[in-house]
């Protein structure tokens, strides 16, 4: 169980929030193309042939990659498993470079006349998932949540320095 909350655990910090936000918001446009054909893409059956038969890509690979950037993209901006969406997506956007983007160059196609688009969006987008793998989902993350109610009651104590109401009191968690 304590491995399980090492999941969870975030600070209400602001950083991993924008980061989480800014990458999961980035990142739900190129998923739904990949499974559902918004945005002009090709969904999922098009995106697995694509995946498979041009870039020869394993099939379990191919469906990991989508379901990281469409799922893992809601998981960042609800703030669920913050750090696992942000591991799929961050392995995703390392192997795209890999593979496809770094003979492109840095920088992305923006006036056409490159071959293909660079890493730079990718560079972006791993420095982005490290942040949330490293510090969590952040202020109002689903993840902050279920640690907070996870916390033994042992380990809690209520706090009371301004107000005499019990309805008033803070928890805080002991050291």
Known sequence: MKRLLTL??????????????????AMFPHGAQKTLGWFAGYGFGGT???F???????????FLAITAEFAGSIGLVTG?????????????????????HASNGFFMNWAGN???EGFEYHLLALGLALIVILAGGGKWSIDSLLA?????KS??????????S??????????
């Open 52 to 62: 498979t038969g041009q870039l020869h890509i394993p099939a379990l690979f191919a």
């Open 80 to 100: 669920f498993l913050s750090r696992v969406s942000a591991f799929g997506i961050a392995v995703t956007m390392l192997v795209a470079t890999l593979m496809v």
């Open 166 to 175: 019990v309805a008033d009191a803070t928890l805080v968690t002991k050291g």
């Open 148 to 152: 907070r109610s996870a916390i033994p």
């Open 8 to 25: 969870f655990k975030t600070d209400d910090s602001f950083v991993p929030l924008i980061a989480r936000l800014a990458l999961g918001l």
């Open 48 to 50: 697995m042939n694509f």
């Open 155 to 164: 380990n809690l104590v209520t706090v009371n320095e301004t107000h005499e």
């Open 114 to 116: 490159q071959k293909g």
